[in-house]
């Protein structure tokens, strides 16, 4: 509509990810709008495709400019863009205005030209089917109306009954399968968990005196750790630590991480068993051994002595309380078998998709795992599966290496952690979306958001969402009608608190969002 009004308007489409942007681009190419206008898009997604020379030649040229949210923020501060040029401005998935990130910055100079009483020329549309629940309903509103403001904007609510709605987005329908949990995992996580508290107990007195500012919710994560539980507050400790402005030792440095590592192997045993959580666990402790030596060839030829004490000690607790002969012989003969279906979350895969083959001779679903270690187990574990390798293509889509490939090099990180680069996963999704027999994707929670696969008729979340914002995007994934999203987990256990959770999240969002709309 606005291009056919002005036909030299200029629009702004920003996305969260490289993939939706490339989607989204692919979208507007085809639109009947850009195509009777002769309209120009281009789309930006590279790290540094939108430099301030390309900036001012698009502006110009392009009618529609497409990209992740980083390239406009960053030609912003730079002041090569200004919101000025920009007729109308698209936020899509605009629930994530909100704390800092990318959106929020950029809204921050959208206030700037308003406060300054510069004519505020740029008209903004956020997108979203979630725009934030809570546990319980009065913070559900908080969020919403928080993100109102920080979008300067009106909520205009389009029921899910709306007949076009449920044309395009069919609603699907949830069924939960419930699995018994085996006692193996929980003590082969409480061996683990033991082992890291021990270690982790005497590092929180000494790096509350390094980085007095950088503390550890200790009891949180000592309950986590006493049940056997990931903690999701001991990562986010790590990743402050292992912050290379910190400038620790080499050793100091291997320690964090394999600590760091041993709280991923906990979550992956939850998640897969103990033997993917072994195998994982065997190859980090396999890294650190390398660098030590490492460490030590250095010290040999004159370089600073350090106290090697404390990485030793790690790897031998290791090796006396959690990775016996026997486990890792049990690990080792599973991992290689052609019939890995002992791990009751995987059984329970298998035979879904057993049952979808038997009734459907061809579909196209999503399997969410949570990791990027599990993704590449799931599919490699699912491949070996006799009934299902020949019936099945199973393909994997994960989210963008977070580090460079020296960084991953010297982390000792191998491709199943590195990530997708951009043309790796638009070249999975292509092949996902293109393929006509029975077709799986395994991915991570970076496929969960605004993806359209338009012939997905079912999903499954291998690993229960934790928040009511991902069970939503999640629902979004599937297009047929009759679609189902089937969770997986496992009875008395962490997965069903959580599950409750995101279900309560869920549904005070949909309430917050119709009282708001009725409010205005």
Known sequence: ???????DAKVVFLATTVALAQQQAEVFKR??????????????????SMTAKRWRIAIVWDS???MTAQQLLNNLAAKAAHLQQIDLL????????????????????YYKKLSSQEQACTQVLGLTASPGGDVNVDGAFRVQWQLQ????????????????VARLVPRATDRVIRVEPRPEDADFSKRLAGVVLRHVGGLV????????GVELPFLKARVDMNAGRWSPDLKAWFRTLLDPTHCFSHTLMVYFKLLRDCNAAILLTQNHGFELGLRFLGLRCSAASEQMQDCAIFTAQGGVDEPRDVVTALLWDL?????????????????QSSLYVCFPK?????KLLQDMISSKDTFHGIVFVRQRQGVQAVAALLRNVPELDKAVAFHTFTGHPAKTKVQLAQDGADAETAGMPTRKQQEALQRFRDARGREILVATAAAQEGLDIVNCSFVVCYDVMERGVQLMQRRGRTRMLDSQIFMIMESRSSDEILFSKACVEATNDRLAQVHIAKSL
């Open 346 to 350: 995987f059984k329970a895969l298998v």
């Open 1 to 7: 509509m606005l291009l056919r009004k002005k036909p």
């Open 64 to 66: 529609v400019l497409v």
């Open 90 to 109: 698209v936020l899509d998935e605009c629930h994530h205005c909100l704390n800092d990130s990318p959106y929020s910055h950029i809204m921050q100079h």
């Open 31 to 48: 639109a009947d709008c850009i195509t009777q206008q002769s309209a120009r898009v281009d789309c930006f997604v590279k790290g540094s």
């Open 319 to 335: 090796s006396e309380s959690v990775c016996d002969p026997t486990r890792v012989c049990i690990a080792l003969k599973a991992m």
């Open 149 to 164: 403001s920080n979008m300067c904007a009106q909520f205009i609510n389009i029921d899910h009954k709306d007949v076009e």
């Open 205 to 212: 007195v000494q790096m509350s005196q390094v980085l007095p």
